[in-house]
C-alpha cells in the first residue's frame, strides 16, 4: 500500500490531461490544447502528459538511422527541418523568452547529439532513446508556454528525471507500474506551487541515469502511471477521434465510438492493433480503478470512450465491442500425425520461442492435435523457425513431426468484447461471417480469457475481415446485412426498393440493404449500402434517365458492375433482377460463380433454352447458392414457396392446372359479360393489365413462359421442346402497337362471341388453362365445365391447382390477384427475406 501522498491529493484527487502529437502539432493546436487546459483545469489538482508535435518521432527515427548509416548532409539537413518547425511553433505561440532560450538549448543538443551518432555510425538503442526523446522534450516546453499564455502557471518536467524504468532500450518497462514514490514527490512539488507539471510522456530514466524510451505511443502509459503514482482519479487521453472506435474508420466507414470499455477490453484491443492507446496503458490503473477517457480536442463536449473496471454492459448480442487487425505476422505450423498423443509438444515449442525471445502472437491447435499454429512477427519468422528446427531436430527426424510450415503475409484479425463469454456460438457466427464473404480462415483460436476470438488470414483479406466483423456481429444499428444489387429500377424494381427500405431489421435473418442500382446503362455502387441516395437515384430512373446520366455512376453492363461489386467483397449478396431482358442468364451464372444468391422476378433467364437452364442449376448446385423467382409465376403469389416447401417435405408434385395471365383472364370474363373481344382487350390495355405489347399476353407466351418455369421448378418438364401455348385468338401482328392489335381484333369479335355463346350452351366456361404433367407444358383455350374448381376463378384472378401425392384427392389451390408491379414486387422481396434467413448467422 503506497503511502505519503501529501493530504492535498487525497480528496479529490488529480485528473491527467494527455496529448497526443496531432493535438499539439503546430501553434493553433497548441493553443486550443492550452485553452482546453484552461477550461477544465481544478488548480492544484491538474497534471498534463504531453507526447511530440505530430510526426516529429517518426523523423528523429529517420535521424537516428540515417546518423546509422554515417549520412551527414541527410542528417543535417533532417535536424535543420525540425528545428525550424519547433521555432516556428515557438514564434507561432509567442513563447516567452525563457522557453525559447530552452527551445534553443535542446535544439542543439539535438543536433550534437546525431552529429556525434553519424560520425560514430552509432546505431545502439541507447543512442536511439536519446534522439528521439527530444520530440517530447521540445513538446513539453512548448505547451507550457501556451499553458502560462492562458494565465496558469505551468511548469516543463521531463520525465527522463524522476520515472525510473529498466534499462531495455526503446522498449523499457517503468520500474513500478503501482505508483512510483519519486514520481509523485517531483508532480506534488509543483502541483503545491499551483502550477500545472506539463510532463513529457514516452521517455524515463533508465539504472545508470540515461535516457530510455517506453516503446511506440508510450505517452499513454506515461499519464497512467502518474496517474497511478497519484493517486489520481481520471485521466483524460486528448485525441482527434471521439473515443475508442469499435474498428478502425479507414477500414469500417461505419465505426462508431464505444462508449464505455473494461480495462480488460481497451487492454486486449490495444494489443491486437487498435492504434488508440498503448498496449500497457491500462496496467496502472487497474488496481486503484482510476477512469481512463478517451476524448476529442475537436469535440470536447462529446462523452468519448470512458474505460474503467465496471463490466460492460450487455449491448451488442454477439457481445463484440470491436474489431481490429494486426498485419505483417507469419504463421508457422509444426504438422505431423505422429504429434497427436505425443505429450509436451506444444509446451516444447513454446519454450523453443521463448528461448529465443519471441512472443507469438496467436497460438492454435487443431483439435486433432496433428498440428499447432503459431503466428510469429513476419521479421522474427526465420529466427522462429530456426529455434523451432533445432528443438525438435529429434522428432524432425523421427518422423513425429513431418515438417514445420512457414506461411508468411498473414494478418492476425481479433474480435474483442468481454461479453463474447456470455453469448453462445459468437466464434461460429465469426466464422460464419468471414465466409459469407469468402474470406478464408487460415487459423482461429479463442483467447483463453474468452475477451477475444483471433482469426489468421491472409493480409490481403484483412480489412475485409475486419468490415465483415464489424457490419455482422457489431453495429447494431443495422444488425448483419446482406448485400442486394439492383438491376432493372423499373416499375417493379422500385417498388422493390422501398419496400426494402421500410424493412425493418429482424433477429432471425440478415437485414437486405441496397448496395447496387443497375440499368443497360451503367449503375451505381456504394458497397456501404446506398441509404438516402436511392431516393435520388430512383427518382431520376423514374423520369426516365439512364443512370449513366447520373453523378458518380459507373457506365458499363450489368456485368461490369456485378464484377465491380463483387471485387468488394460483399455480404451474402444478392442479385435481385427485376429487368426484363431476357438474355440475362449468362449474367446470371456469372453472380452464382462469384457468391450471389439470385431473387428474379426477370423470367428470361429461366425460360431460356435448357443449355442455359442446366448451366444455372449446375452452378446454383456446386456454389450451394439459392435461385428463387417466385414473381416470375404469380407475382405475388406463394407458389414457388408452396412449391418448394412441398418438395422439400417429401412429396412429390404430380400435376399442375394453372390459370396464370391476369390480362387473358380479365378480357375472358368480359366477353362472357357480353363485352366485344376488341373492347375487352382495350379496357385491359387501359387497366395497366397487359405487357405493353399486348400480343405477349395474347399470344400465349408469357404463360408459356411461366409453364417452363414451373415445369422446371417441379421437375415435371424441364425441357423447352415440351412446354408450348396456344394463342387466344389466332396470330396477331408481333411487335405491334396496342392500338393495331385491337383494330386487328375487331375482325375476330363475332367469331369469339359464337365460341363463348357454344361453351355456354354445353354447360361450360373458357378458360385459358395451363396444364403441366410429365413431359409436357402446354397452355390452350379449354371449355370448362362451370362446375369444375377453375371455372369459379373469375377476372384477372389468377390460380395454381397442385397435385401431389399429398394432395392427390383435393389439390392445393393457391389463388389470388396474379399480376401488377406492387404484388410482383412483394413476391420479390418475399424471395430477398427468404434468402436472408437462409443466410442468417447460427
Ligand atoms: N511520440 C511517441 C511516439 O510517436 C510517443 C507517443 O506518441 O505517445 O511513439
Ligand atoms: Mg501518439
Not at 67 to 84: C, F, K, P
Not at 339 to 348: D, W
Not at 737 to 753: P, S, T, W
Request: glycine share 8%.
Amino acid at each position: 500500500m503506497p503511502d505519503a501522498t501529501p493530504d492535498i491529493l487525497r480528496e479529490p484527487g488529480a485528473t491527467i490531461h494527455k496529448f497526443g502529437g496531432t493535438s499539439i502539432a503546430g501553434p493553433d493546436r497548441l493553443r486550443a490544447a492550452a485553452k482546453l487546459i484552461a477550461a477544465e483545469a481544478r488548480i492544484p489538482y491538474t497534471v498534463v502528459v504531453s507526447s511530440a508535435m505530430s510526426q516529429v518521432t517518426n523523423r528523429l527515427l529517420k535521424i537516428f538511422h540515417t546518423a546509422g548509416l554515417g549520412d551527414v548532409q541527410r542528417v543535417l539537413d533532417a535536424v535543420q527541418a525540425l528545428a525550424d518547425d519547433h521555432r516556428a511553433a515557438a514564434a507561432g505561440i509567442d513563447a516567452d523568452d525563457a522557453t525559447l532560450a530552452q527551445i534553443e538549448e535542446l535544439l542543439t543538443g539535438l543536433s550534437r547529439t546525431a552529429a556525434a551518432a553519424t560520425a560514430l555510425r552509432d546505431r545502439s538503442p541507447r543512442t536511439h532513446d536519446i534522439i528521439v526523446s527530444f520530440g517530447e522534450r521540445l513538446a513539453v516546453r512548448l505547451l507550457a508556454s501556451a499553458i502560462r499564455s492562458e494565465g496558469l502557471d505551468a511548469r516543463a518536467l521531463d520525465a527522463s528525471d524522476f520515472l525510473d524504468t529498466t534499462d531495455r532500450h526503446t522498449e523499457a518497462d517503468p520500474v513500478t507500474f503501482l505508483g512510483d514514490r519519486s514520481v509523485a514527490a517531483v508532480v506534488q512539488a509543483v502541483l503545491k506551487a499551483n502550477a500545472i507539471p506539463v510532463i513529457t510522456g514516452f521517455i524515463g530514466r533508465g539504472p545508470g541515469g540515461e535516457i530510455t524510451t517506453l516503446g511506440r505511443g508510450g505517452s499513454d502509459f506515461t499519464a497512467t502511471l502518474v496517474a497511478a503514482a497519484l493517486r489520481a482519479t481520471d485521466v483524460n487521453i486528448w485525441t482527434d477521434v471521439p473515443g475508442v472506435l469499435s474498428a478502425d474508420p479507414r477500414i469500417a466507414p461505419n465505426a462508431q465510438p464505444i462508449p464505455h470499455l473494461h480495462y480488460r477490453e481497451a487492454a486486449e484491443m490495444s494489443f491486437y492493433g487498435a492504434k488508440v492507446l498503448h498496449a500497457r496503458t491500462m496496467i496502472p490503473v487497474l488496481q486503484q480503478a482510476i477512469l481512463v477517457r478517451v476524448r476529442s480536442t475537436l469535440q470536447p463536449d462529446a462523452p468519448g470512450t470512458r474505460i474503467n473496471n465496471t463490466p460492460p454492459a450487455a449491448t451488442s448480442r454477439s457481445g463484440v465491442r470491436a474489431a481490429t487487425a494486426i498485419p505483417g505476422q507469419t504463421l508457422v505450423s509444426i504438422e505431423g500425425s505422429g504429434m497427436a498423443g505425443t505429450p509436451g509438444l506444444s509446451g516444447k515449442a513454446f519454450d523453443a520461442l521463448a528461448g529465443a525471445r519471441i512472443s507469438a502472437t496467436m497460438i492454435s491447435q487443431a483439435s486433432s492435435e496433428a498440428s499447432v499454429c503459431i503466428a510469429v512477427p513476419s521479421d522474427l519468422a526465420a529466427k522462429a523457425e530456426a529455434a523451432l528446427k533445432r528443438v525438435f531436430s529429434a522428432e524432425l527426424s523421427k518422423r513425429i513431426i513431418e515438417d514445420i510450415v512457414i506461411e508468411p503475409g498473414i494478418s492476425l484479425v481479433a474480435a474483442v468484447g468481454m461479453g463474447m463469454s456470455r453469448a453462445p456460438g459468437v466464434a461460429a457466427s465469426i466464422t460464419a461471417a468471414l465466409a459469407a464473404r469468402d474470406i478464408n480462415i487460415r487459423a482461429i483460436a479463442q483467447g483463453s480469457t474468452e475477451l477475444n476470438v483471433t482469426l489468421a488470414v491472409r493480409s490481403d483479406r484483412a480489412e475485409d475481415a475486419v468490415r465483415a466483423i464489424h457490419d455482422d456481429l457489431i453495429d447494431e444499428r443495422h444488425g448483419p446485412p446482406c448485400d442486394v444489387i439492383l438491376i432493372g429500377p423499373g416499375s417493379v424494381g422500385r417498388a422493390v426498393a422501398a419496400r426494402l427500405a421500410k424493412l425493418a431489421p429482424a433477429s432471425d435473418r440478415r437485414t437486405p440493404r441496397i448496395v447496387g442500382v443497375v440499368d443497360r446503362s451503367g449503375g451505381i455502387l456504394d458497397p456501404a449500402g446506398l441509404g438516402d441516395r436511392l431516393d435520388v437515384i430512383l427518382a431520376h430512373k423514374a423520369a426516365g434517365h439512364p443512370l449513366r446520366d447520373l453523378k458518380g455512376s459507373i457506365a458499363g453492363s450489368p456485368s461490369d458492375l456485378l464484377r465491380a461489386l463483387a471485387a468488394n467483397t460483399p455480404a451474402c449478396p444478392i442479385l435481385v433482377d427485376c429487368s426484363d431482358n431476357a438474355a440475362h442468364g449468362s449474367l446470371f451464372t456469372e453472380a452464382l460463380r462469384v457468391g450471389f444468391d439470385i431473387a428474379t422476378a426477370n423470367k428470361g433467364p429461366l425460360a431460356d433454352t435448357d443449355d442455359v437452364w442446366q448451366e444455372l442449376q449446375i452452378t446454383r448446385d456446386r456454389r450451394a447458392r439459392i435461385i428463387r423467382g417466385e414473381s416470375t409465376i404469380g407475382a405475388g403469389l406463394p407458389v414457388w414457396s408452396t412449391i418448394t416447401e412441398l418438395t422439400v417435405g417429401g412429396d412429390e408434385i404430380r400435376r399442375i392446372d394453372a390459370l396464370m395471365s391476369g390480362t387473358i383472364g380479365f378480357v375472358l370474363d368480359r366477353v362472357e359479360n357480353g363485352a366485344k373481344l376488341s373492347d375487352a382487350v382495350a379496357e385491359a390495355v387501359e387497366l395497366g393489365y397487359t405487357e405493353p405489347d399486348p400480343t405477349i399476353d395474347l399470344s400465349g407466351v408469357d404463360v408459356g413462359r411461366k409453364g417452363l418455369i414451373l415445369g422446371r421448378l417441379t421437375g415435371l418438364s424441364p425441357n423447352a421442346a415440351d412446354a408450348s401455348a396456344d394463342p387466344v385468338i389466332g396470330a396477331l401482328p408481333a411487335g405491334a402497337k396496342a392500338d393495331a392489335v385491337i383494330d386487328a381484333l375487331r375482325a375476330r369479335d363475332a367469331g369469339f362471341a359464337d365460341r363463348v355463346a357454344k361453351a355456354r350452351d354445353a354447360g361450360c366456361v373458357l378458360r385459358y388453362v395451363l396444364r403441366i404433367v410429365r413431359g409436357l407444358s402446354r397452355a390452350a383455350i379449354a371449355e370448362l365445365p362451370t362446375d369444375a374448381p377453375l371455372a369459379q376463378v373469375k377476372g384477372a384472378t389468377a390460380a395454381v391447382s397442385i397435385t401431389s401425392r399429398v394432395y392427390a384427392e383435393t389439390p392445393l389451390v393457391v389463388t389470388g390477384y396474379g399480376a401488377g408491379a406492387e404484388p410482383t414486387a412483394s413476391g420479390v422481396v418475399n424471395d430477398i427475406l427468404r434468402i436472408a434467413h437462409a443466410r442468417a448467422l447460427p
